[in-house]
């Protein structure tokens, strides 16, 4: 936890991941158990468990996504022991392409995306690398057409 806090203060893309007990056993309350994903919730921005072994590629991805997304910080994944010896013929998937740079460096790329949607098909959520990427430019200062 002492990491985690460091990590949390620090603003520090960090993913944490903590062994838990075979969940067939969790009713038994076996020694070493306990509640991770509340223990660990208030010092990251984003907390799981696993319950299947199909969502440890998914779950993953998802961490180390979140934890470096902006404002940066940890993240936490615990692992059931039950989970982590069963077999899956879940792949990786897809890799997607997010661009965490400022947006001029894939501005082109966007462009051509954008083309391929329809109409009404689309939504955009834009944060704060779109403010940033202009240094000297006023925050909420006006946008100019053109």
């Known amino acids: 936890m002492g990491a985690i806090l460091a990590a949390q203060l620090a603003r520090t893309p960090l993913v944490a991941t903590a062994g838990q007990q075979d969940m067939r056993h969790i009713a038994d309350d076996p020694l070493l158990t306990g ?16 319950t299947h072994p199909d969502q440890i590629p998914v779950l993953l991805r998802r961490a180390f996504r979140d934890s470096q997304a902006a404002p940066t910080g940890p993240g936490f994944l615990s692992l059931p022991v039950n989970i982590m010896y069963a077999a899956t013929s879940a792949d990786s998937g897809r890799r997607a392409n997010i661009e965490l740079r400022t947006i001029t460096t894939a501005i082109d790329k966007l462009a051509e995306k954008l083309r391929t949607f329809s109409p009404g098909k689309l939504t955009l959520i834009v944060g704060d690398e779109v403010f940033s990427s202009r240094p000297g430019r006023k925050r909420f200062g006006r946008l100019k057409a053109g």
């Open 35 to 50: 509640d991770l994903v509340n223990l660990a919730r208030p010092a990251v921005k984003w907390a799981r468990e696993l």
